[in-house]
């Protein structure tokens, strides 16, 4: 488990966790509960999210939760979502961990985007765009978005972002991935262009046990990722402390990424992680931040 003394105070503070209802979006939102934090969790099924705000009021007394229908493949959903929010005063997280990992056969979102790179880039950049004037208003706001070991190997096909030509599980896994990472770069730069407060970071959580692989690839990678986990990976809880460290320590740095430090970066303490030099080509990012916007229709001004 993180530890708990690891985590500043969240008192006044709120949360936004996207999947929330498994694994390391679980982990972190409760560890942000347990900190003090308002959290509102957010997932496609409705009666797993009032399951986990069940789990956690009984783990953390008088914990601040709630749940928010939000599927990050529909932009509608999106839309409504941040509507439903949008009264509140500000926000001071927004934790962009949802995702979908190696899908075998290729699958599309409800506006017709590639499943991986819609959900785990798009749907968070729409989602960030959206909930952008609640994060300004905060003091201090942070945005955390989760990338993967898998961007090094990632490179962003601007000929068939959609992979609707010729379509790989991995390639459209690393290149979501590689995504969120860019994306994360390229909105401190532009934020501290404009002249903000925000903070935004990356992380990834190593190799963790979550239903990401029985979720996704399955076949003979489950079963060697089942094989390999108790040697080389660790908990999802484990995993949640790169995130819940750039989401919280007054040592994160802006356009930082964060991973566990151990060999491989596979497991253990938070620390510094490998950016390849494809996640810092500013060129692409902010043609990539371009593209994104022209897709999902919405601007972050």
């Given at each position: 488990?993180?530890?708990?003394?690891?985590?500043?105070?969240?008192?006044?503070?709120?949360?936004?966790?996207?999947?929330?209802?498994?694994?390391?979006?679980?982990?972190?939102?409760?560890?942000?509960?347990?900190?003090?934090?308002?959290?509102?969790?957010?997932?496609?099924?409705?009666?797993?999210?009032?399951?986990?705000?069940?789990?956690?009021?009984?783990?953390?007394?008088?914990?601040?939760?709630?749940?928010?229908?939000?599927?990050?493949?529909?932009?509608?959903?999106?839309?409504?979502?941040?509507?439903?929010?949008?009264?509140?005063?500000?926000?001071?997280?927004?934790?962009?961990?949802?995702?979908?990992?190696?899908?075998?056969?290729?699958?599309?979102?409800?506006?017709?985007?590639?499943?991986?790179?819609?959900?785990?880039?798009?749907?968070?950049?729409?989602?960030?765009?959206?909930?952008?004037?609640?994060?300004?208003?905060?003091?201090?706001?942070?945005?955390?978005?989760?990338?993967?070991?898998?961007?090094?190997?990632?490179?962003?096909?601007?000929?068939?972002?959609?992979?609707?030509?010729?379509?790989?599980?991995?390639?459209?896994?690393?290149?979501?991935?590689?995504?969120?990472?860019?994306?994360?770069?390229?909105l401190q730069r532009r934020s501290d262009?404009?002249?903000?407060?925000?903070?935004?970071?990356?992380?990834?959580?190593?190799?963790?046990?979550?239903?990401?692989?029985?979720?996704?690839?399955?076949?003979?990678?489950?079963?060697?990722?089942?094989?390999?986990?108790p040697l080389f990976g660790h908990s999802?809880?484990?995993?949640a402390r790169p995130i819940l460290f750039?989401?919280?320590?007054?040592?994160?740095?802006?356009?930082?990424?964060?991973?566990?430090?151990?060999?491989?970066?596979?497991?253990?303490?938070?620390?510094?992680?490998?950016?390849?030099?494809?996640?810092?080509?500013?060129?692409?990012?902010?043609?990539?931040?371009?593209?994104?916007?022209?897709?999902?229709?919405?601007?972050?001004?």
């Amino acid at each position: 488990m993180a530890a708990q003394g690891e985590i500043p105070s969240q008192l006044g503070r709120t949360a936004v966790v996207t999947g929330a209802t498994s694994g390391l979006g679980y982990e972190t939102a409760l560890a942000l509960a347990k900190a003090g934090a308002e959290v509102i969790l957010t997932g496609r099924d409705d009666r797993k999210g009032q399951l986990v705000i069940e789990t956690i009021s009984r783990e953390v007394i008088g914990a601040k939760i709630s749940f928010e229908h939000l599927d990050l493949a529909n932009l509608a959903s999106i839309a409504d979502f941040t509507q439903r929010i949008g009264a509140r005063q500000s926000l001071e997280l927004l934790i962009n961990n949802a995702g979908v990992m190696a899908l075998p056969r290729r699958q599309i979102t409800a506006d017709g985007f590639e499943m991986q790179f819609g959900t785990n880039h798009l749907g968070h950049f729409a989602l960030t765009a959206h909930l952008m004037p609640l994060l300004r208003r905060a003091s201090g706001a942070r945005v955390v978005s989760l990338s993967s070991l898998a961007h090094r190997t990632g490179f962003i096909d601007f000929n068939d972002l959609q992979g609707a030509r010729i379509y790989s599980a991995w390639k459209a896994y690393g290149q979501s991935k590689l995504a969120c990472l860019m994306f994360a770069l390229e909105l401190q730069r532009r934020s501290d262009a404009a002249g903000g407060n925000l903070i935004s970071n990356a992380a990834h959580p190593g190799f963790a046990r979550t239903n990401l692989f029985t979720s996704g690839p399955g076949g003979l990678v489950s079963l060697a990722s089942g094989f390999a986990a108790p040697l080389f990976g660790h908990s999802a809880a484990d995993g949640a402390r790169p995130i819940l460290f750039a989401a919280t320590s007054p040592e994160a740095k802006p356009g930082a990424y964060y991973g566990p430090g151990g060999f491989g970066e596979l497991r253990g303490a938070p620390a510094k992680a490998l950016v390849m030099p494809q996640a810092r080509d500013a060129a692409a990012a902010a043609r990539l931040w371009d593209v994104s916007g022209k897709l999902v229709g919405t601007s972050f001004e």
